[in-house]
């Protein structure tokens, strides 16, 4: 049903996806955290670095990857002398310019649900004899599970599309980097290759939607299981 | 025992209350208007807020002591903290709501199979929260607290969100607890009804200050006090025994603690039960004489103590010592047609009395 071509870049932008969402999850919850709950000067600072993603143009984004993360950067040269690790051009820096453009989308979801955790039901809990980290694990965590779903579900959907930062930063490399925004473009820049632009186009949006049913499903059966009863969306 | 000594600014709002019970008292109350404090002070008891200076001792364990720089952290002070909202965690089912504190502060003076039936939660026990109604939740909420092996229960106005039927299905679960379980229990309201039900001694606030801590009869009897304990609804609340039973007439003989007797009717408890009971103000009337030819039967002398006219209306207040005092509440005109005035003789005529009869009687043991 898929040729080889499409099969390859569905899968690498699956896997691309998939890592850097789960990779961005745990600091998302904990940013959502802090910029929900705590308060400590530059918290501004804080909150405007990690949403430049969605307002900065992605190409800025990208390039500030390669010459931070590139073979001769600051952060990319130690990586590869000390490590032999390379970020740059390789599936892996595909996945964190991912992570990055998603980031903010995800951090969004998880404070709108942490903020709208009555906190009065942590006090109750603390009295009860649980202490700080208790009650986040047993109150606060299960409480923003419909939040955390989303934050998942909006985070791959968004990482799945990543163009711009990919493309400065780890260029389009077939098997390696190609994802299929990437391999759309490729064939959108290619005479005569309209008709397997158009399928590779439609298999992006069958993705997408399939990505926002399944966050709508389970986000809703999340907040039944918990309990909210749907009354209170994440 | 519970010694409190608090001091801190809320904006304001300055809380400043000091209240010592007597060490055989196990319930007391915490009564007054709404905003003078009384959330406030329990919140700085349970160590959600923390006060700019004091001492909380409960029993034997020093909760706080600012001036000693002990200050035990909320999660750690095992105070039994029933809401006013229930604040049920939703996303758990009633059982494991119940075992929450209990899991994390040990098993304490009730297992979890007498909880269940003592609040008779077994038919809740798989729900979820949502699935309750809000007096179950505020039982399921009472049982969670009572689980979590508190030094001290404390409930703040639990009935409030309740109509009054709901609250009549709780009240006696609560009766129970002071009677069944040993743990002091720490009651806000602003009702003196429910007060008077259960509470050993009632701690008066206003403006963020205790005025006075005394026990309920004891506390309506004072004239300084009645702006404070409420003039309309109120009257006096007694503790009275039943001496006699007299199957034929259907009535029953209360002996009062200071040995006025009553006649009421019937209630279905033994002998020797020690029952509270509320006559309101308006119920009493006052003669120089006692009438003979009359209805009432309760017909008890006295004498006056005091007489507070209303600043507006017609109206004025009479305590009358009969042994105990009680309210009378009677036009000036009369007051002044009787030439009523302290210290004078007078019967009191007591049209009904109401006997609390939702919380079960205590059999006092002699």
């Known amino acids: ?234 | 025992m519970i010694s409190i000594d608090v001091k801190t600014r809320l904006g304001a709002f300055t809380l400043d209350a000091q209240i010592e019970t007597g060490a055989d008292s196990h319930t007391l109350a915490l009564y007054g208007r709404s905003g003078c404090g009384k959330t406030s002070l329990v919140n700085t008891v349970a160590g959600l807020l923390r006060p700019d200076q004091g001492r909380i001792v409960i029993g034997q364990d020093v909760l706080l002591d600012s001036q000693a720089g002990i200050e035990i952290p909320a999660q750690k002070r095992r105070i039994g903290y029933v809401f006013q909202e229930g604040r049920l965690f939703p996303h758990l089912n009633v059982h494991n709501n119940l075992i929450y504190g209990q899991r994390r502060n040990g098993e304490g003076p009730i297992s979890l199979s007498q909880a269940v039936e003592l609040l008779d939660l077994a038919p809740l026990l798989a729900r979820k929260p949502y699935a309750l109604s809000g007096g179950e939740r505020q039982r399921v909420a009472i049982g969670r607290a009572l689980l979590a092996n508190p030094r001290l229960l404390l409930m703040d106005e639990p009935l409030a969100s309740l109509d009054s039927h709901r609250k009549g299905e709780i009240l006696p679960f609560i009766a129970r607890l002071r009677d069944e379980i040993g743990v002091p229990i720490l009651y806000v309201s602003h009702a003196m009804e429910e007060i008077a039900q259960f509470a050993d001694q009632v701690a008066l606030m206003e403006a963020g200050r205790v005025v006075a801590v005394d026990t309920v009869e004891r506390l309506t009897a004072r004239l300084d006090l009645h702006p404070l304990t409420g003039r309309y609804e109120a009257g006096a609340f007694l503790s009275a025994r039943i001496t006699e039973k007299n199957a034929a007439d259907g009535l029953m003989r209360l002996t009062l603690t200071g040995g006025a007797k009553l006649l009421v009717p019937m209630a279905d408890r033994p002998l020797g039960t020690e029952m509270k009971l509320r006559i309101r103000a308006r119920d009493v009337s006052i003669a120089l004489q006692e009438p003979r030819d009359i209805s009432i039967l309760n017909r008890l002398p006295g004498t006056v103590i005091d007489i507070r006219p209303d600043t507006d209306g017609p109206m004025a207040e009479v305590l009358i010592d009969v042994g105990v005092p009680v309210w009378s509440r009677i036009t000036k005109l009369s007051a002044s047609t009787l030439s009523l005035s302290p210290g004078k003789p007078v019967w009191a005529l007591i049209k009904s009395v109401a006997i609390d009869r939702t919380a079960p009687g205590r059999p006092k043991p002699d």
């Open chain 1, 1 to 234: 049903m898929l040729t080889p071509f499409e099969t390859e870049a569905l899968l690498l932008s699956l896997k691309v996806g998939g890592i850097a969402t789960l990779g961005a999850l745990i600091p998302a919850i904990l940013i959502s955290y802090l910029l929900a709950r705590g308060r400590f000067p530059l918290k501004w600072l804080l909150d405007g670095i990690v949403h430049a993603p969605l307002v900065v143009p992605p190409v800025v984004i990208g390039y500030l990857l390669l010459i931070g993360l590139g073979p001769r950067g600051p952060i990319g040269a130690p990586l590869k002398d000390w490590f032999g690790i390379t970020i740059a051009f390789t599936w892996q820096g595909a996945a964190v310019a991912a992570g990055i453009m998603a980031f903010p989308l995800m951090v969004r979801a998880i404070r709108l649900s942490l903020e709208q955790v009555d906190m009065r039901l942590e006090q109750a809990a603390t009295t009860l004899g649980a202490g700080r980290w208790d009650v986040f694990f047993s109150i606060t965590l299960p409480m923003i599970a419909p939040g955390i779903v989303v934050s998942i579900i909006l985070g791959f959907a968004r990482a799945l599309g990543e163009f711009g930062a990919t493309i400065t930063f780890v260029a389009n490399i077939p098997g390696e980097t190609r994802t299929m925004p990437l391999a759309l473009y490729t064939l959108a820049q290619t005479p005569g290759a309209e008709a397997q632009a158009g399928r590779l186009a439609l298999l992006s949006v069958v993705v997408a939607l399939i990505a926002l049913i399944a966050s709508e499903v389970i986000a809703r059966k999340t907040r039944r299981a918990i309990g909210l009863h749907g009354e209170r969306a994440a």
